[in-house]
């Protein structure tokens, strides 16, 4: 047995007792059904667990099945996803709904490769769904579990690089494939275990009915679970950690070192002016095209002042092809997208003559409601409401 095995053979109980005792209790773990779970993979990525479980739950309520996500319009996909960011996994979620429908009469499917081919779903996301729904020994790894593994590891390399991310996820396969060893098996386990790995579905079914603890399942969000609230990536809390005798991170006193990540590129400054047109209770609104960031989602008429437009006038001529009769500072607002930290300047503009038709479409405020928008202009909505109601009766 190699030493990577012996480790894995020590870490494998110590984190499947600990999670038994300290998971935290977030409600897609309440259930073993692969659609509330795939759900919850997919608002995971790039957003923290605080953030997904009130969408999570609103989701599952208004969407309870995949055949009412493949049926429902994307304006309400899109309203519900509202303020999540990364919309393209809303509408690869839809896709992937209409796909499970079309190939697989509805019901998720239990292999490794048909999941993988799914829109949306990666190899981490097909790898967690399948451990987590169905019990099989399917790796994970995500920036919480590489943080772990390359401390426990110590493996000093950059785990962006391609010999590097192989060898994490040999480690991970190893990990969840020793869960899957030390669980209680009927006799014919060892048989049944193999036919998952070749896509055989009664195989699948076979693992699923044998399973009496959910080690694979439980191994898998162990990993994740301790990079979320203990091996964090900052001052991590080693008293608590259940592997720190087996760290060798924590030996060294090096764990701020792992993971040795490149540096991140400076982040590009960008301003943006808003313009908030009003005329007879209507607001002047447009939709983004589909080929660009926030796709579909709706939007205030507006222009990026760094490109040739620092002139507020100019600005707005620009933009609704007639120069405005009054410019008024309505709010400043600042977010990040990507790499790019983002100034939004927003006033209210008096026009003297209907815009071009194809600047945008005039809406009431009960028209705008079920509208999604971008997480920026749904502030400088909610601040149109706030002002409203401080105006004197």
């Known amino acids: 047995m190699s030493a990577n095995q012996q480790k894995a053979a020590a870490l494998v109980p110590a984190l499947l007792a600990w999670f038994a005792k300290n998971a935290r209790d977030l409600p897609w773990r309440r259930t073993r059904n692969p659609y509330p779970i795939w759900i919850s993979e997919i608002m995971l990525q790039q957003t923290q667990v605080k953030t997904v479980v009130p969408y999570w739950e609103r989701w599952i309520h208004k969407l309870p099945t995949i055949q009412s996500v493949a049926k429902t319009s994307p304006a309400k996909l899109h309203k519900l996803w509202e303020g999540l960011g990364y919309y393209t996994r809303v509408r690869n979620l839809q896709k992937a709904a209409q796909q499970i429908l079309t190939q697989h009469d509805g019901k998720f499917p239990e292999n490794f490769d048909d999941i993988l081919a799914l829109p949306g779903i990666g190899r981490y996301t097909a790898g967690a769904i399948c451990s987590i729904a169905f019990n099989q020994p399917t790796p994970v790894l995500d920036g919480n579990v590489v943080r772990v593994l390359t401390r426990l590891f110590g493996i000093a390399a950059n785990p962006r690089k391609q010999k590097t991310s192989a060898l994490l996820w040999n480690l991970a396969k190893k990990l969840v494939e020793t869960a899957f060893e030390q669980e209680p098996f009927a006799p014919d386990r060892r048989r049944a275990k193999l036919l998952p790995l070749l896509g055989e579905r009664a195989g699948v079914r076979a693992v699923v009915e044998h399973t009496s603890r959910n080690s694979c399942s439980h191994l898998n969000q162990s990993l994740m679970e301790l990079g979320a609230v203990i091996c964090t990536p900052r001052s991590p809390n080693c008293t608590l950690c259940p592997v720190r005798k087996l760290c060798v991170a924590y030996r060294k006193g090096q764990q701020e070192e792992f993971p040795n990540l490149a540096p991140r590129a400076t982040p590009t400054s960008r301003r943006f002016a808003v313009f908030v047109a009003e005329r007879r209770g209507c607001f002047l609104v447009r939709q983004r095209p589909a080929s660009v960031v926030n796709a579909h989602l709706w939007e205030f008429p507006n222009v990026e002042l760094s ?47 209907l ?17 999604a928008f971008t997480s920026a202009h749904k502030k400088i909505l909610a601040r149109l409401k706030k002002t409203r109601r401080q105006q004197p009766q």
């Open 355 to 371: 815009p071009l038709k194809h600047t945008g479409v005039w809406l009431t405020r009960a028209q705008l409601r079920p509208l």
């Open 307 to 353: 490109r040739g437009h620092a002139d507020l006038r100019a600005a707005a001529g620009f933009v609704f092809g007639t120069a405005p009769e009054a410019i008024e500072p309505l709010c400043s607002l600042r977010h990040s997208i990507t790499r790019y930290r983002i100034t939004l300047e927003a006033y209210r503009v008096q026009l003297r003559k």
